[in-house]
């Protein structure tokens, strides 16, 4: 604990006391229900609070006036007094597990939607396209700037009234305040456009308000970039000089400073970094307006070990450091660092999971964002029982962890010399190698709890009866699913490629059925050892249901290896000629025929579960492979019943269920494991 001292020390600003210098930023969530922060959201960010956090933010970003729709991303709507009594009970429970709680506030301006919420058109400075949001602002008028700067001071009243401990202005990610700062996004010539002075006149009004309404005793803060990292926008000269007006007027409490913008997809994927980026990437920005400035500076962007975040503090760069991606994959940092045991901190791998559009939910740690139905801490099962899983993958590791922790006894068969399953495959894929920290955290896990592995066995249907189980779990996995298409035997699937059972040919093509990560981590592989890649995909772009933090990233470090992107196509067939494979393609749409003479043809089709286990044990179970949906959903207690006639429970989980991904595939067993 001594090595992360400094990161315990309280941090006071105004008439605030935070008890320590680790916090989580404001962020899109999406848990909002109908605007306010309502049961889901609160205890998310109250489980960070009983993990030991010491600020936490929420409401990234909460909307101040109609036409920022709060209801794009499922947000929180600052915009009338309803939200003050949720306020106040949320504000109620965080303080009572001892952490502070703040908002962002915002008005998004051109980077937002027309057709949500109120249906209004976007504002900005100056009517431009928003490759983002995909949608254009109309020109902001004067009558528009009176009535969204009231809107921020109502808001921030708002907050003081529903109990919380400050706010922050958004001025960054090219929301409507730095909208007015960039010149990329403001051309105007009134006394809002041109000089520097007048393009930071709207965001000096807007702290004024906020100031009148909620005096200078409470504490306001804002967000802002060191550079926007853009052609024709903002340097990080400009930035440096923005911050120094901003806090040399007195009007706010605290900087909160990050690198980059969003204004479209790449700038996204940089701005918000994954596993692709070194820690801390953006710290360097922050430790030069703290070395510059007397002003509290807060910062946050990929720091996700307390190594790098202790860093941060003991040298003087920042205040307060932010660990909110890695406080969506454990909440109890702080608690597992004070107790001397930073070994069972669930580690935050950079895959971006969280920014996928369903919520801050997390690739590996299902249970943040269900806190109603899933605990984050596993306790004792009612009765010790002798469980079974088999299959060392993700579902499986996760099932072991679960009923270890549960108290029962636990053995664990994976046919391969090693644990982890389909992640090690995926972690193949060079930047994306952090996957592997997954299975590193689950293995750990589950030999500290004593689970018994068994290594380079797959077991019989009448091995695992001899155990005598009470339960068994089948995490068996898939194998590559090559159906559907006449001339398959010619075909071979992304693991043959990532998993170096086959080098990449001279000139391959490969075809996606999925839209996961398989297929484009493929491609970016064979195409970085020299192929000629061709990706073809059923779907309107390759790599659709990737995550949007990643999706970018793949085809940035593709297209620098000229994969060539065939959309809207199926495989009809494969045929050989000479010493050639040929793909028949057909068009989605037009039902045209084209064909591809390579010389390796890779597909990707998800897995087909591997039932054979299942379906001998099946008849010799008491349940008959049945789950008590209600029970699983809710979270209440299965029926489980001691093996005295030598009967067993049976279930299975993840990819032998059916191909999904590691996010399901883990939720699958912690979710039932925590029944029993």
Same mark, same amino acid.
């Given at each position: 604990?001594?090595?992360?001292?400094?990161?315990?020390?309280?941090?006071?600003?105004?008439?605030?006391?935070?008890? /320590?210098?680790?916090?989580?930023?404001?962020?899109?969530?999406?848990?909002?229900?109908?605007?306010?922060?309502?049961?889901?959201?609160?205890?998310?960010?109250?489980?960070?609070?009983?993990?030991?956090? *010491?600020?936490?933010?929420?409401?990234?970003?909460?909307?101040?006036?109609?036409?920022?729709?709060?209801?794009?991303?499922?947000?929180?709507?600052?915009? /009338?007094?309803?939200?003050?009594?949720?306020?106040q009970g949320f504000s109620k429970r965080v303080h009572d597990a001892g952490a502070?709680?703040?908002?962002?506030?915002?008005?998004?301006?051109?980077?937002?939607?027309?057709?949500?919420?109120?249906?209004?058109?976007?504002?900005?400075?100056?009517?431009?396209?928003?490759?983002?949001?995909?949608?254009?602002?109309?020109?902001?008028?004067?009558?528009?700037?009176?009535?969204?700067?009231?809107?921020?001071?109502?808001?921030?009243?708002?907050?003081?009234?529903?109990?919380?401990?400050?706010?922050?202005?958004?001025?960054?990610?090219?929301?409507?305040?730095?909208?007015?700062?960039?010149?990329?996004?403001?051309?105007?010539?009134?006394?809002?456009?041109?000089?520097?002075?007048?393009?930071?006149?709207?965001?000096?009004?807007?702290?004024?308000?906020?100031?009148?309404?909620?005096?200078?005793?409470?504490?306001?803060?804002?967000?802002?970039?060191?550079?926007?990292?853009?052609?024709?926008?903002?340097?990080?000269?400009?930035?440096?000089?923005?911050?120094?007006?901003?806090? *040399?007027?007195?009007?706010?409490?605290?900087?909160?400073?990050?690198?980059?913008?969003?204004?479209?997809?790449?700038?996204?994927?940089?701005?918000?970094?994954?596993?692709?980026?070194?820690?801390?990437?953006?710290?360097?920005?922050?430790?030069?307006?703290?070395?510059?400035?007397?002003?509290?500076?807060?910062?946050?962007?990929?720091?996700?070990?307390?190594?790098?975040?202790?860093?941060?503090?003991?040298?003087?760069?920042?205040?307060?450091i932010a660990m909110t991606r890695a406080h969506i994959a454990d909440p109890y940092?702080?608690?597992?660092?004070?107790?001397g045991r930073p070994e069972d901190i669930r580690p935050c791998v950079g895959a971006?999971?969280?920014?996928?559009?369903?919520?801050?939910?997390?690739?590996?740690?299902?249970?943040?964002?269900?806190?109603?139905?899933?605990?984050?801490?596993?306790?004792?099962?009612?009765?010790?029982?002798?469980?079974?899983?088999?299959?060392?993958?993700?579902?499986?590791? %996760?099932?072991?962890?679960?009923?270890?922790?549960?108290?029962?006894?636990?053995?664990?068969?994976?046919?391969?010399?090693?644990?982890?399953?389909?992640?090690?495959?995926?972690?193949?894929?060079?930047?994306?190698?952090?996957?592997?920290?997954?299975?590193?955290?689950?293995?750990?896990?589950?030999?500290?709890?004593?689970?018994?592995?068994?290594? *380079?066995?797959?077991?019989?249907?009448?091995?695992?009866?001899?155990?005598?189980?009470?339960?068994?779990?089948?995490?068996?996995?898939?194998?590559?699913?090559?159906?559907?298409?006449?001339?398959?035997?010619?075909?071979?699937?992304?693991?043959?490629?990532?998993?170096?059972?086959?080098?990449?040919?001279?000139?391959?093509?490969?075809?996606?059925?999925?839209? /996961?990560?398989?297929?484009?981590?493929?491609?970016?592989?064979?195409?970085?050892?020299?192929?000629?890649?061709?990706?073809?995909?059923?779907?309107?772009?390759?790599? +659709?249901?990737?995550?949007?933090?990643?999706?970018?990233?793949?085809?940035?470090?593709?297209?620098?290896?000229?994969?060539?992107?065939?959309?809207?196509?199926?495989?009809?067939?494969?045929?050989?000629?000479?010493?050639?494979?040929?793909?028949?393609? %057909?068009?989605?749409?037009?039902?045209?025929? +084209?064909?591809?003479?390579?010389?390796?043809?890779?597909? %990707?089709?998800?897995?087909?579960?591997?039932?054979?286990?299942?379906?001998?044990?099946?008849?010799?179970?008491? /349940?008959?492979?049945?789950?008590?949906?209600?029970?699983?959903?809710?979270?209440?207690?299965?029926?489980?019943?001691?093996?005295?006639?030598?009967?067993?429970?049976?279930?299975?989980?993840?990819?032998?269920?059916?191909?999904?991904?590691?996010?399901?595939?883990?939720?699958?067993?912690?979710?039932?494991?925590?029944?029993?």
């Amino acid at each position: 604990m001594t090595t992360y001292a400094s990161l315990l020390k309280p941090f006071r600003i105004k008439n605030l006391t935070i008890r /320590n210098r680790i916090m989580s930023t404001s962020h899109a969530d999406r848990f909002a229900d109908g605007g306010m922060p309502g049961e889901r959201l609160q205890l998310y960010h109250t489980e960070k609070a009983k993990g030991g956090i *010491g600020l936490t933010m929420f409401g990234g970003s909460s909307s101040v006036a109609p036409d920022s729709p709060a209801a794009w991303w499922s947000g929180i709507s600052l915009e /009338n007094d309803s939200v003050i009594p949720h306020l106040q009970g949320f504000s109620k429970r965080v303080h009572d597990a001892g952490a502070a709680l703040m908002v962002q506030m915002t008005h998004m301006g051109r980077r937002t939607r027309w057709d949500t919420g109120a249906w209004l058109a976007p504002v900005s400075p100056t009517p431009t396209r928003d490759h983002y949001a995909r949608s254009v602002a109309r020109e902001i008028e004067e009558w528009d700037i009176r009535r969204i700067i009231k809107g921020f001071g109502q808001a921030a009243r708002r907050c003081k009234e529903g109990g919380l401990d400050g706010v922050e202005v958004m001025a960054t990610a090219q929301h409507l305040v730095d909208q007015f700062w960039s010149p990329s996004t403001n051309h105007r010539t009134d006394k809002y456009g041109g000089s520097l002075e007048n393009r930071m006149r709207f965001s000096f009004e807007v702290l004024e308000e906020v100031r009148r309404q909620v005096g200078d005793d409470y504490i306001v803060g804002m967000r802002l970039s060191g550079d926007e990292m853009l052609e024709g926008g903002l340097t990080a000269d400009d930035c440096f000089t923005i911050i120094r007006k901003i806090v *040399g007027s007195g009007l706010i409490d605290f900087a909160n400073v990050y690198g980059g913008q969003m204004s479209d997809m790449i700038s996204y994927a940089m701005h918000l970094p994954g596993m692709i980026a070194p820690s801390a990437p953006f710290l360097y920005l922050a430790s030069a307006v703290k070395a510059e400035m007397d002003i509290p500076v807060f910062h946050a962007t990929r720091i996700t070990d307390l190594a790098t975040a202790a860093r941060a503090i003991d040298e003087g760069h920042v205040d307060m450091i932010a660990m909110t991606r890695a406080h969506i994959a454990d909440p109890y940092i702080v608690t597992k660092m004070m107790e001397g045991r930073p070994e069972d901190i669930r580690p935050c791998v950079g895959a971006s999971y969280c920014l996928s559009g369903r919520g801050a939910i997390c690739l590996h740690n299902p249970a943040t964002g269900r806190e109603e139905s899933l605990p984050q801490v596993i306790m004792k099962g009612p009765a010790r029982l002798r469980i079974v899983v088999v299959g060392g993958g993700p579902a499986g590791m %996760e099932a072991a962890r679960v009923s270890a922790s549960r108290g029962h006894e636990v053995i664990l068969f994976e046919a391969t010399d090693r644990l982890g399953g389909q992640i090690n495959l995926a972690a193949k894929a060079d930047w994306r190698e952090g996957l592997a920290n997954i299975a590193r955290w689950l293995e750990g896990q589950v030999r500290k709890l004593g689970v018994d592995v068994r290594l *380079g066995h797959a077991p019989t249907s009448a091995e695992i009866k001899a155990l005598k189980p009470a339960i068994v779990i089948l995490a068996t996995g898939g194998s590559p699913n090559l159906d559907g298409f006449e001339g398959n035997e010619h075909a071979i699937s992304t693991w043959d490629i990532l998993g170096g059972r086959i080098s990449p040919a001279e000139n391959v093509l490969i075809w996606d059925d999925s839209g /996961n990560e398989a297929g484009i981590s493929c491609a970016e592989f064979a195409s970085k050892r020299g192929a000629l890649v061709e990706l073809a995909t059923y779907d309107k772009f390759a790599g +659709e249901e990737v995550p949007k933090g990643n999706l970018p990233i793949f085809m940035r470090e593709s297209y620098k290896h000229d994969v060539v992107f065939t959309p809207d196509r199926r495989l009809k067939k494969i045929y050989s000629e000479g010493n050639k494979h040929v793909a028949v393609l %057909e068009n989605v749409y037009t039902g045209q025929q +084209e064909e591809r003479a390579v010389e390796q043809i890779v597909v %990707e089709q998800g897995t087909k579960p591997n039932r054979q286990l299942y379906l001998e044990l099946k008849p010799d179970s008491r /349940n008959l492979g049945e789950v008590d949906l209600d029970a699983l959903i809710a979270g209440r207690p299965q029926e489980i019943v001691n093996n005295s006639d030598g009967t067993f429970q049976l279930f299975s989980v993840g990819d032998a269920v059916v191909s999904r991904n590691i996010h399901a595939a883990i939720y699958d067993s912690i979710r039932l494991c925590n029944t029993f």
